[in-house]
């Protein structure tokens, strides 16, 4: 599609802020007014339009897509999007080590454990490891804990949450990178998702095309914590 507007810009609302395209606010996918609840992400949000070419790059719209996600998906229907999330924490990329006896075992335990231990300290709640890949669930107190949690977050945090967490596999570190300000720091989490990932790439080969795919996987995380952090801002 060409690009249809010439001037970007946003304005404030009763209720937030919303990204104009000459002077015409914008709507979500569904017809409902585009508002955001920060200054921060309505910038971020008229960079990505003001940034694009003569001609739209749909790929280049996360920030528009997660905030459409949002408030048409996600608003109506917290706690069902909250149960979607914990699931992972029951099945917790982090949780699911290697055999003792394994050098990769070894290498989980020196990067999973001391975010596993403060997660647990931070939530309040008590986590059980597996090594092997046979399911052990959860205990409900701790599931419990954790969806209370996320039906505490806004519609908006819970979409970048939902994303971050779909992406690594992992609630500990979708959660995590809450306490994240930096971000080198929050690379240094999705690297920690992706160890056994990266541990094979490193054992048997790199392939081009899987290192395209890991590095936009890596900026999909990103954008997820970046857009959080617009909206905590």
């Not at 490891?129 to 977050?153: N, V």
């Not at 596999?169 to 720091?185: G, V, W, Y």
């Amino acid at each position: 599609m060409k690009r249809f507007y010439d001037a970007v810009d946003m304005l404030q609302t009763e209720t937030g802020w919303q990204v104009t395209l000459d002077g015409r606010g914008l709507k979500t996918v569904k017809g409902s007014p585009q508002i955001v609840p920060s200054q921060t992400l309505a910038k971020a949000l008229a960079q990505e339009w003001d940034s694009q070419g003569e001609k739209l790059d749909p790929a280049k719209f996360q920030l528009r897509d997660m905030t459409d996600y949002a408030i048409d998906v996600v608003s109506s229907d917290i706690a069902g999007h909250a149960d979607k999330i914990v699931t992972y924490g029951d099945t917790d990329t982090l949780l699911y080590r290697g055999d003792p006896e394994d050098a990769l075992y070894a290498r989980q335990q020196q990067v999973w454990e001391p975010l596993v231990s403060a997660f647990e300290q931070r939530e309040g709640i008590t986590l059980t490891r597996i090594s092997g890949i046979i399911h052990k669930p959860q205990s409900e107190d701790a599931l419990a804990k954790l969806r209370e949690r996320l039906c505490a977050f806004s519609n908006f945090e819970l979409a970048g949450i939902e994303t971050k967490t779909s992406l690594a596999a992992s609630l500990i570190i979708a959660l995590s990178a809450l306490e994240r300000d930096e971000e080198p720091d929050a690379i240094a989490l999705w690297q920690a998702a992706s160890l056994e990932e990266e541990w094979q790439a490193d054992l048997w080969g790199r392939d081009l095309e899987a290192e395209h795919r890991r590095a936009k996987r890596q900026n999909d995380f990103l954008t997820a914590w970046s857009f959080v952090r617009a909206v905590r801002a």
